[in-house]
């Protein structure tokens, strides 16, 4: 039989597979169609083509690449199949017992497929133990490398275990295997308690990584891997000192907010910006002639922007809005809030304006704590005829401790009557104060259905991510000078055509064409098809969420349409999910572990002794409760505007 490939080349020509939606995949397999011919193998297969072979089955395992291969060099993939595994076996046959002694004879990239090989073809049987622990000893064999493969890591149980506990810094590998970040197994005979004191080991070690601090400090119970208390005070310590470090040594990112109130301000507000610098200068002249306590309340939304046009909470982390480069270097996990830079440095502006404000308006005789108390209690009656509706919140005079302590059980309370009033249509004291559950931020319910809309997985964020991101890898073109945002940008700001793009480009961007998002015009140039439907993904892409009823007819009834075809699903909660999200990450650690846990500190007596963190602590705990306040209004305003003028 006839040979079908005819080996050899530098390593840049070498197949390498990655996955099976990576964006190399059209390049890699143009290179299996170049190798194949007619011709026999000439030379003698080195463990190199044997790597190279391997990867090529994996391609060839996919249907549609094996259908495209078969198309574009007329040959029969099975045929291919059957003769790779042939030349495979041979090699291996010849070679299997000396076969950790070629690993010096392959380039270090191709480290990870030369294990997978140990691995798939059960070598490690045949390798002996003094040539298995040379090869762990080789500098590219990485432990993280070898503990992908788990026949192998048992098999070498004791050789693996070894090479773990020898060096501090594998406790990076072991923790991103308990978070769940790298699929990985562990020797059978490595013990939690050898775990443990490896990180221990290496929160002293002269090459810790913040980070990875972090990730002890903030790890969850829930884990399969217990960190105990005074391991996670170490890393807290530690972190601490890195910190410092990192700021003595000029490394960090300086930021500051101004805020000022000017009596001779002709604006009410004015913000400038200058780099990671924000100076905000609010008219106090407009607080002074303008204190109802609507427009009080309303400076918060129009001044201060807590919340957008949509009223969506403007503070929340959103899944976009970190970049791929702090993505890369920033902790990770289910069990952590996304802190951003972007989102800290929000957080700081949100807090300055806050505080700043509370403290104008009490130069005026005007307290948050009644004004808070007046929406529940005179404002809720009178606007909407709500009855019953209690708050209690601290005097002035209270300390910040007991202020603390105080004003956390309003903030359920609040909720409980909420969700009996939307439950009931009335709020029954007598009732609430028999219940004594509480209510998870999630299960606070809505007057209004479908007030919620998020994507779903598959349509919507695959549109989405290749219309507006920038790793999309679709929009950027070598023969343009401009520089563009992301593909939408590129479409909407030039005029480009198919035969501008290279192929891969146009294998992703052909996704676009099929599911009738982009098409060409007369002229060939690369359009949208429909602006609205673009807007309700740039929505979900750069908000995470639709806030329903605050959109026009129009784009509600595409939503709708999209809900029809399984594109997205409706929620009705008071909050989003990223506000429910926000309220857990400083009220308690139920979900996330880096959160502030305000909550339970001071239900049950973990907080510090300091006056100056019990008023910040009680700053964010108004912020959240102005929060909810503005959420509650709107919930009521929306139910209100659509009872007076249904659809």
């Given at each position: 039989?006839?040979?079908l ?10 197949v390498?597979f990655?996955?099976e939606?990576d ?5 890699e397999l143009n ?19 044997i790597i190279e ?9 996919i ?10 060099t ?10 790779l ?24 990239i191709?480290?990870?497929d ?23 000893n080789?500098e ?6 070898v503990?992908q493969?788990k ?6 149980d ?13 406790a ?10 790298t699929t ?12 443990v ?11 810790v ?9 903030t ?8 960190i ?22 000029g ?5 500051s907010v101004s ?7 002709n ?9 990671t610098?924000?100076d905000?200068?609010v008219?106090?002249?407009?607080i002074?002639?303008n204190?109802d ?7 918060f939304i129009?001044l ?28 990770s996990?289910?069990?952590l809030?996304k802190?951003?830079?972007g ?5 700081m502006?949100?807090?300055?304006e ?11 005789n005007?307290r948050?704590?009644?004004?808070i108390e ?12 709500i009855?019953?509706?209690?708050v209690?919140m601290?005097?002035d ?6 202020k603390?302590?105080?004003i ?8 409980k009557?909420y ?6 249509g009335?709020?029954?004291q ?7 559950s ?5 299960e606070i319910?809505?007057?209004?259905t479908?007030?919620?809309?998020y ?18 890898g ?8 401009e ?16 035969s ?7 294998h ?5 064409f ?22 309700i ?7 995470d969420?639709?806030?329903y009823?605050?959109y ?15 594109y ?5 909660t ?8 926000y ?6 650690k139920?979900k ?7 909550r ?10 300091d ?9 964010l705990i108004?912020k959240?409760f102005?929060?909810?306040?503005i959420?509650?209004n709107?919930d009521l305003?929306?139910k ?8």
């Amino acid at each position: 039989m006839q040979s079908l490939l005819n080996n050899g080349g530098g390593l840049l020509d070498r197949v390498k597979f990655y996955s099976e939606w990576d964006m190399a995949c059209g390049i890699e397999l143009n290179k299996i169609a170049d190798k194949i011919n007619v011709s026999s193998f000439e030379n003698q297969c080195k463990i190199s083509d044997i790597i190279e072979f391997h990867n090529i089955l994996k391609y060839l395992e996919i249907k549609r690449f094996s259908d495209y291969i078969e198309e574009v060099t007329h040959s029969d993939s099975k045929i291919l199949v059957k003769e790779l595994r042939k030349k495979i076996g041979q090699f291996l046959g010849v070679y299997g017992s000396n076969y950790a002694k070629l690993y010096d004879e392959i380039d270090f990239i191709e480290t990870e497929d030369y294990l997978e090989i140990i691995e798939e073809y059960k070598l490690y049987e045949k390798i002996g133990e003094l040539d298995f622990k040379e090869l762990l000893n080789k500098e590219y064999v990485h432990i993280y490398m070898v503990l992908q493969f788990k026949r192998l890591t048992e098999h070498c149980d004791s050789f693996v275990k070894e090479r773990i506990l020898s060096d501090p810094r594998n406790a990076e590998t072991i923790i991103s295997k308990y978070l769940g970040e790298t699929t990985l197994f562990l020797p059978p005979s490595l013990l939690s308690d050898e775990v443990v004191e490896l990180i221990d080991r290496y929160i002293d070690s002269s090459e810790v990584n913040i980070n990875y601090l972090r990730s002890i400090i903030t790890f969850p119970t829930n884990r399969g891997l217990i960190i105990p208390d005074k391991v996670k005070l170490h890393a807290k310590r530690k972190e601490i000192i890195e910190n410092e470090k990192i700021f003595s040594n000029g490394t960090g990112i300086e930021s500051s907010v101004s805020i000022t109130y000017p009596t001779d301000l002709n604006e009410e507000i004015i913000i400038t910006k200058t780099g990671t610098s924000v100076d905000i200068k609010v008219s106090r002249k407009w607080i002074e002639e303008n204190q109802d306590l609507p427009t009080l309340w309303n400076n918060f939304i129009h001044l201060f922007n807590i919340v957008d046009d949509k009223f969506r909470l403007t503070l929340v982390s959103k899944t976009n809005g970190m970049s791929a480069l702090e993505s890369a270097f920033s902790p990770s996990g289910s069990h952590l809030y996304k802190t951003s830079f972007g989102f800290n440095f929000m957080e700081m502006i949100a807090n300055a304006e806050v505080y700043s404000y509370i403290q104008v308006m009490n130069t005026f005789n005007i307290r948050i704590e009644d004004m808070i108390e007046w929406f529940f209690m005179k404002y809720l009656k009178d606007e909407f005829s709500i009855e019953n509706f209690v708050v209690k919140m601290p005097s002035d005079v209270t300390p910040y401790f007991e202020k603390c302590r105080s004003i956390l059980p309003e903030i359920d309370r609040v909720f409980k009557q909420y969700n009996a009033l939307v439950e009931d249509g009335e709020i029954d004291q007598e009732l609430i104060q028999l219940s004594s559950s509480s209510f998870k931020n999630n299960e606070i319910k809505s007057f209004n259905t479908n007030k919620y809309v998020y994507p779903l997985d598959g349509w919507c964020k695959t549109a989405s991510y290749l219309l507006f991101s920038d790793q999309s890898g679709i929009f950027y073109l070598p023969s343009k000078k401009e520089k563009y945002r992301n593909f939408l940008d590129l479409v909407v700001k030039d005029s480009v055509k198919k035969s501008d793009f290279l192929e891969h480009q146009l294998h992703r961007m052909q996704w676009l064409f099929d599911n009738e998002l982009i098409f060409e015009n007369d002229d060939g140039y690369i359009k949208i098809v429909d602006i609205k439907t673009v807007y309700i993904l740039k929505e979900f892409y750069y908000e995470d969420v639709l806030s329903y009823w605050h959109y026009h007819k129009e784009i509600r009834s595409l939503i709708d349409d999209f809900e029809r075809k399984n594109y997205v699903t409706f929620e009705s909660t008071l909050l989003s999910r990223n506000e429910q999200d926000y309220l857990d990450y400083y009220l308690n650690k139920s979900k996330f572990t880096n959160g502030f846990d305000i909550r339970n500190r001071y239900l049950h007596g973990t907080n510090g002794s300091d006056e100056n963190q019990y008023k910040t602590d009680y700053y964010l705990i108004l912020k959240l409760f102005i929060i909810i306040v503005i959420k509650i209004n709107d919930d009521l305003c929306i139910k209100e505007d659509y009872e007076a003028n249904p659809l």
